[in-house]
């Protein structure tokens, strides 16, 4: 059940040195490289794609979920050549709450790519769409994204025993 609000259409946000637009069909053959590269294993839920027509399929999906507001999905995207540099969506709405996923092209990472998405998506879900709390979750224990959750103002839900600082994977962050 939604009670923020989510717009009908999807949105573009500029935020400087990235950009958040709609998944497009003529990103596919960039997001089929990103789904074949080495690091696609990583990707949430595994690669979205192996050939051009689930490339194509897949952006589709997006469309029709923002349509349906289960998922805000959004290409990061380089704001002067729009080269794709990952994809971060706002889903799993219950109320005033909802998850960022997202992910990074191997290419892009360790330049800040995912930080800056995942910041100005939890923004715009606060402030845009009135939303009160964002989850992150990750598998559990692992560092280098629990790590990126921190980084992106999340803090850890469950409690963690001596030694391990993130059991669980659970992150959250509430509205300011």
């Keep these: 059940m939604n009670s923020c609000d989510l717009p009908p259409e999807p949105v573009e946000i500029s935020a400087g040195r990235i950009q958040l637009r709609p998944w497009e069909d ?10 074949l590269g080495p690091d696609s294993a990583s990707l949430p839920g595994g690669p979205p794609a192996a050939t051009p027509a689930g490339a194509r399929a897949w952006i589709l999906e997006r469309a029709e979920a923002w349509r349906r507001g289960e998922q805000l999905a959004f290409a990061v995207q380089e704001p002067t050549t729009a080269a794709l540099l990952g994809g971060f969506d706002l889903r799993e709405f219950d109320g005033r709450q909802a998850r960022l996923v997202g ?3 191997s290419g892009a990472r360790r330049r800040g790519v995912g930080t800056a998405a995942a910041g100005t998506l939890t923004r715009w879900g606060f402030g845009a769409l009135g939303l009160d709390r964002i989850r992150l979750e990750h598998a559990a224990g692992d560092a280098v994204a629990c790590a990126f959750a921190r980084r992106c103002g999340f803090t850890v839900v469950s409690s963690a025993p001596a030694g391990n600082t993130c059991p669980s994977g659970h992150h959250l962050r509430s509205a300011e």
């Design 103 to 105: 992910w990074v092209a």
């Design 26 to 35: 003529r990103l596919a053959g960039e997001l089929l490289e990103a789904c």
